[in-house]
């Protein structure tokens, strides 16, 4: 069982910068491929990074590739989220996730942390 808690969340201007911590407990923290989501009010919980266990190979979605880079460290049992050139459409809740297998669908992540608000004003 593996516990996520997330962190460094907040409120920030447009074009401002943000860095997202999740910090791991229970578990092999190196045993999981890591990943960010986020999910706006009433809209579906979107994909946004995926690291792999090593931290040598990683995703980002398209939307926010150049602004948003995922990095872990897996002697603190910890993955990070770097946002950059935040803009008001990345106004969500921010969430980690763990998963056993490689994948950007919410389905395929095992375990969740509770998430993080972000909210960028114009």
């Known amino acids: 069982q593996v516990q996520l808690v997330e962190s460094g969340g907040g409120l920030v201007q447009a074009g401002g910068s943000l860095r997202l911590s999740c910090a791991a407990s229970?578990?092999?923290?190196?045993?999981?491929?890591m990943g960010w989501f986020r999910q706006a009010p009433g809209k579906e919980r979107e994909f946004v990074a995926v690291?792999?266990?090593?931290?040598?190979?990683?995703t980002i979605h398209n939307s926010v590739k150049g602004r948003f880079t995922i990095s872990r460290d897996n002697a603190k049992k910890t993955v990070y989220l770097q946002m950059n050139s935040l803009k008001p459409e990345d106004t969500a809740v921010y969430y980690c996730?763990?998963?056993?297998?490689?994948?950007?669908?919410?389905?395929?992540?095992?375990?969740w942390g509770q998430g993080t608000q972000v909210t960028v004003s114009s």
């Open positions: 996730a763990a998963s056993g297998g490689w994948g950007q669908t919410p389905y395929q992540y095992e375990y």
């Open positions: 690291i792999s266990r090593s931290g040598v190979v990683y």
């Open positions: 229970g578990g092999t923290f190196d045993n999981y491929n």
